[in-house]
Structure formats: structure tokens, C-alpha cells
């Protein structure tokens, strides 16, 4: 039974894969689990359309990289069968380490990157495929000797990139975050090793410098999606606190529980490994619809709010918020929830989010001359793209609270 299906993606159209070991891969429990993992976590609650999964993210970045693997080839880059297989190895399971909403619950259920976690599974995947992984594992974790080939899965112009700002603008019908990835990719070229853009791409690159700057402040670090994903980030720090006493426990999955009771999760071994692969949004959805009867206050409160859409109000500044400004906001939540000083503190959420829209230190985007000369994109461009991180910090409090 030939196993190479099509898959219609609702962005590029039609997606056919040229290895068969891709699809086995997709196959696999671990890649499906990616179908309960939501690329954007809560966006969906400022954009409604925005409820696309990690899945489809991973295949569109697969079909990305066979476009550029065939441009390269056609230019006299050569790249063998081998090494192009790989490749789409390690973009297509790239992100198979994300956990429940994505970057939302970062560090919250185990305290690891969720790039160390993709490791582990393709380390796991592996060893269950015969070491058919193993150049795709040396391409992901930069040590195969022919760079260019990483930074077509990660770089500041990679196949990820390019695949989810296409996307996420799609679903989220943010039109100010489209690129023209088509057209990067037919610029892309190797010159010593390194991916460089024929010259005459450059406003293609300015076009999508600017569209992920857009896309950061208006889609992902938009303030209402930090004030939803901040709830949901207290809402399981308070959960792991308090998680004694609650009789709704005895119904939750043994490997969800663990996770949740363990103060030392760790993947070093595939058991572990194993049962974080079962843990995915819809976990998260059943704890959260739990506790909207859960005993304690805080838990209840958070629960039915992130349910219900009740979400807290939230303040934005360049600079932190003073300690008077915060023992305010304490004083006057307790009394209008009548809740005592513990209580109030954990729905008083203050911290800071940051975006960088170019790293001009390292990995710059490379520009190739009609002269065969590169340079690098802040050297070439007109564009003043802003090569500093920018810090946005918030206060996120219960929305009827009058300040």
C-alpha cells in the first residue's frame, strides 16, 4: 500500500511529500498529538479563526523547504538525496516539543525549552526508526558540517518563519503579516556555506521584517492575548500549589497528574517522555473546566473566567509599574472580592513581555550583490529595522476593579 498521501492545506494548496519516511513519521502518535496543539495558544480569544494546530504548521514548513531544496538545485547547489530527506526530517518535527498552547505554557508544565523537548522526541523517534533520524538530529542541532542546511529549519530567515507568519496572518486574517515567501524562497542561494538573498529580493526581506514586527505586536504580544495567556500561566502555577484536597483529582489522568504533583519532572527517560506525549490542550481544557468547582477561590476564579471569557483588564507601559501603583491595585481587588492577602496577590498578574525584530549581532540575514559580493542586511538596506530589543510591560487585574 503506497502511504503518500496528499494533504489539501487551506494556504499552499495541494501538499505532496517526495519521502516516505515523512509520512511514516506523521503517522506516529507523537507527531498526531501536534493536532491537539494550538499554534497560537489563546489568540483565538482576540481572533476567532485562529484555532490552526501545530500540525498544520509543521507540514506547511515541510512543504517550504522542498521549494527552496529545488531552487537551491536548480542554482548548481548540490544537495543529495540523503541530506534532503534529512532536512525535511528536522523541519517537519521541529516543534513536536511543544506542550498545551504552545509557547503559552512554556516552562509551566516541565521547566524545559520546548526545542530541548523536540530533541527528545527525535532522539526517542530515533531509536524506534532504526537510525534512520540521525543526519536529520545532526542538521536540527547544527553540528552536521554543511550549515546552510540548519538555517534553512532555524535561522532568522528560515522555512519556520517564512511558514508561520504565512500562516498565522491567514487564519488570524491579519493582512498586514503577509509575505511574499513564494518569491524569498526563489532568491535564496549558498555562497561559502551560508544562505544569502540575490539582491534583488531585498524588498522582499523588508516586506517580511516588517510584517513580523507587525504580526509580534498585533497577533502575538497583542495585550489581550497576554492578559488570557497570563490567567492561564497563573491559573497552573496556583493549581501546583494547591492541588491538595481537591476530590475533582481523582478523575484527572494519571500521567497529567503526575506531571501537575512532580516538583522533578524530567524526559531523561522514555517513560517520562511517553507520558508527556499524551499531555495536550485539551488536558489543559478539562483541569480548567474542573476547577470551575474547585473549593478553592482563586482556582474557581481564574477557571470560570478563562472558560467564560471574562478575562482580566490589562495596563501596558514602556517602564515597570511601581510597587505603590501594584499595593493599590491589591488593596482594592481584596475588597471588592473579599478575599484575603494571599488571594488577592495571585490575581494581581505584573511582569513583561519582549520582541527583537533583527538580531544585528548574530546570524544576520545576508545579501548577495549582482557583483557576487555579500553584505549583511543592515548594512544594505534602506530600511531602519529596529536591531534593539523592545520591552513592553503589563499589569493584569480582575476587570471590575476600578483604578
Keep these: 500500500m503506497n502511504k503518500r498521501k496528499i494533504f489539501n492545506d487551506p494556504v499552499y494548496g495541494f501538499l505532496y511529500f517526495p519521502y516516505e519516511i515523512l509520512y511514516d513519521l506523521i503517522d506516529h502518535p507523537y507527531f498526531q498529538r501536534l493536532r491537539r496543539i494550538s499554534q497560537l495558544g489563546l489568540t483565538q480569544y482576540v481572533y476567532p479563526g485562529a484555532l490552526h494546530t501545530r500540525f498544520h504548521h509543521a507540514l506547511g514548513a515541510v512543504q517550504l523547504m522542498i521549494k527552496s531544496i529545488d531552487t537551491l538545485r536548480i542554482k548548481g547547489i548540490e544537495i543529495s538525496e540523503e541530506e534532503a530527506e534529512a532536512v525535511c526530517i528536522a523541519i517537519l518535527l521541529h516543534d513536536i516539543g511543544h506542550g498545551p498552547f504552545s509557547h503559552a505554557l512554556e516552562h509551566k508544565l516541565i521547566n524545559t525549552h520546548h526545542e530541548e523537548i523536540s530533541i527528545k522526541f527525535m532522539e526517542e523517534l530515533n531509536s524506534q526508526f532504526d537510525g534512520k533520524l540521525s543526519l536529520g538530529i545532526e542538521i536540527f542541532k547544527d553540528k552536521y558540517p554543511r550549515k546552510f542546511l540548519h538555517q534553512l529549519v532555524s535561522s532568522q530567515l528560515d522555512m519556520d ?29 549558498v555562497i561559502n556555506d551560508q544562505i544569502v538573498v540575490e539582491e534583488k529580493g531585498i524588498y522582499s526581506i523588508e516586506k517580511f521584517l516588517i510584517s513580523r514586527r507587525i504580526m509580534y505586536w498585533q497577533v502575538y504580544l497583542h495585550k489581550t492575548v497576554i492578559a488570557a495567556e497570563q490567567m492561564l500561566i497563573r491559573f497552573m502555577e496556583e493549581l501546583k500549589k494547591k492541588k491538595a484536597g481537591e476530590r475533582w483529582l481523582e478523575s484527572v ?38 476547577c470551575t468547582e474547585s473549593s478553592d477561590f482563586v482556582l474557581q476564579y481564574l477557571s470560570k473566567s478563562l472558560i467564560n471569557r471574562k478575562l482580566f483588564h490589562i495596563f501596558t507601559s514602556t517602564s515597570p509599574f511601581n510597587s505603590d501603583e501594584l499595593e493599590d491595585l491589591r488593596h482594592k481587588t481584596g475588597s471588592l472580592l473579599n478575599v484575603d492577602k494571599l488571594d488577592t496577590k495571585a490575581l494581581i498578574i505584573d511582569g513583561s513581555e519582549s520582541n527583537l525584530d533583527y538580531n544585528a549581532s548574530q ?41
Design 363 to 403: 546570524d544576520e540575514i545576508k545579501i548577495l550583490k549582482k557583483n557576487g559580493e555579500t553584505v549583511s542586511f543592515h548594512q544594505y538596506s534602506d530600511l531602519k529595522v529596529n536591531t534593539d530589543k523592545d520591552i513592553l510591560y503589563y499589569l493584569c487585574y480582575p476587570k471590575y476593579v476600578n483604578v
Design 161 to 189: 518563519r517564512l511558514d508561520y507568519l504565512t500562516r498565522d496572518s491567514f487564519y488570524t486574517g491579519v493582512a498586514e503579516g503577509v509575505i511574499g515567501y513564494d518569491r524569498i524562497i526563489k532568491m535564496l542561494n
Design 253 to 290: 489522568p494519571k500521567y497529567l497528574l503526575q506531571i501537575i504533583e512532580s516538583e522533578d519532572f524530567t524526559l531523561d527517560n522514555s517513560a517520562h517522555l511517553n507520558m508527556f506525549s499524551k499531555v495536550d490542550d485539551f488536558d489543559i481544557i478539562y483541569l480548567l473546566k474542573c
